[in-house]
Each structure stands twice: as C-alpha cells, then as structure tokens.
C-alpha cells in the first residue's frame, strides 16, 4: 500500500505519514508545542509523586508546581512560564499525558500510625504482648486483661488534595501533631467484652 493510500484509507495526514515512514518524525512525537519535560523526566516525576504518595507524603498542585520550578532554574531551563512556574494548564495536560496519577482527597494519618501499619511492626507487637501475658500469668484470664484508646475527632478536618496512583484506595497524609481543636475520647474494654 503507498502512502497515498494508507493515507486516504486510514484518514491521516500524507506529509506526517510520510515523516514518519521515512524517520523524520519520532513514534512518540505528537502535534503543538514541545513539552517543557522530556517524557523520560516526566515518567520519572509521576513514579516519584506516586512513591511520595504512597509514604504518606502527596504533593499538593502548588508543591508539584514548585518542584518545578526548582528543577527548572537549577538546569537552566528555558520555558515561556512566567518566572519558570507552570501554570495550572501545564498541571492539567502533565495529568493526562500520566494517566497513572490524578487528584485525590487525603486522610490525615499521624507519623507513628504509618509506621504502626507495617506488617512486621504488627508481628512484633503481637509477639511482646504474648511474652508479657505469660510472664504475668494472665495469658487465659480474658476479664484481667485490658485495652485502653483514646481517639481524637478534629473539630476542623481541612484535607489536601494530592497527586497519586490512579484508583489507589486510600491516599493519607502524615502529620506531625494537630495543632487545631478536638474532642477527646478514652474507651477501655477487657477481653472478655466488659467495658
């Protein structure tokens, strides 16, 4: 088939088909203005925003933006931004040309919760619990056995919006302490189910 053909057939521009049979034009190239990231900068900036993500640290769109610009001046980069900062129709076009991200709403989670969901933190804890109730003699004394929380609820929960990984469950965001009002609750319950 000539490129003529393949042309009219598949409803493509002749020059562009003809550009790219003979090499002149990349298989990843797309129509408009070139990007200000290369698309290997790009694809590493959307594992490290999902990474952070993932750890409890998603970046804001002002973070990512900012992040930018850093990375923009430090090597001396030139764009049409104004003082090297995207704008929000960069943000936008980055997302979709990185479908693995997107804009989600944070659950605040405080440091040594995120640590307390390692899976080998858990063993270890259940592992002292089970030393410590044999040495006390009370390993099959459920009514001598006690569990005491106390739980905050924040009177003013602000969330964030963060970049992270496309359909992921749950995206949290490590805070040190609150600093803002709540209300206090301390509930004990025994093994035995006496509260």
Same mark, same amino acid.
């Given at each position: 088939?000539?490129?003529?053909?393949?042309?009219?057939?598949?409803?493509?521009?002749?020059?562009?088909?003809?550009?790219?049979?003979?090499?002149?034009?990349?298989?990843?190239?797309?129509?408009?203005?070139?990007?200000?990231?290369?698309?290997?900068?790009?694809?590493?900036?959307?594992?490290?925003?999902?990474?952070?993500?993932?750890?409890?640290?998603?970046?804001?769109?002002?973070?990512? @933006? /900012?992040?930018?610009?850093? $990375? %923009?001046?430090? *090597?001396?980069?030139? #764009? !049409?931004?104004?003082?090297?900062?995207? =704008? @929000? /129709?960069?943000?936008?076009? $980055? %997302?979709?040309? *990185?479908?693995?991200? #997107? !804009?989600?709403?944070?659950?605040?989670? =405080?440091?040594?919760?995120?640590?307390?969901?390692?899976?080998?933190?858990?063993?270890?804890?259940?592992?002292?619990?089970?030393?410590?109730?044999?040495?006390?003699?009370?390993?099959?004394?459920?009514?001598?056995?006690?569990?005491?929380?106390?739980?905050?609820?924040?009177?003013?929960?602000?969330?964030?919006?963060?970049?992270?990984?496309?359909?992921?469950?749950?995206?949290?965001?490590?805070?040190?302490?609150?600093?803002?009002?709540?209300?206090?609750?301390?509930?004990?319950?025994?093994?035995?189910?006496?509260?």
């Amino acid at each position: 088939m000539s490129i003529n053909q393949a042309s009219k057939h598949f409803r493509c521009d002749r020059r562009a088909l003809s550009k790219r049979v003979k090499g002149e034009l990349s298989v990843d190239s797309h129509p408009g203005r070139k990007t200000v990231l290369t698309s290997q900068q790009e694809k590493e900036l959307s594992d490290c925003l999902i990474l952070m993500a993932d750890w409890g640290w998603g970046f804001t769109r002002g973070e990512v @933006k /900012d992040l930018i610009q850093d $990375f %923009l001046r430090t *090597n001396s980069i030139e #764009t !049409l931004f104004i003082d090297s900062r995207p =704008s @929000k /129709d960069w943000l936008h076009a $980055f %997302l979709q040309r *990185n479908p693995k991200i #997107t !804009l989600r709403k944070t659950e605040h989670l =405080s440091n040594s919760r995120s640590h307390a969901e390692n899976p080998e933190t858990i063993k270890t804890w259940f592992n002292l619990v089970e030393k410590t109730f044999k040495k006390a003699g009370i390993i099959n004394l459920p009514n001598q056995i006690f569990n005491s929380d106390e739980s905050g609820f924040v009177t003013d929960p602000k969330e964030q919006i963060v970049l992270a990984k496309r359909g992921a469950s749950r995206v949290s965001q490590s805070i040190g302490g609150s600093g803002r009002e709540q209300i206090t609750v301390n509930c004990a319950c025994s093994a035995s189910g006496q509260v």
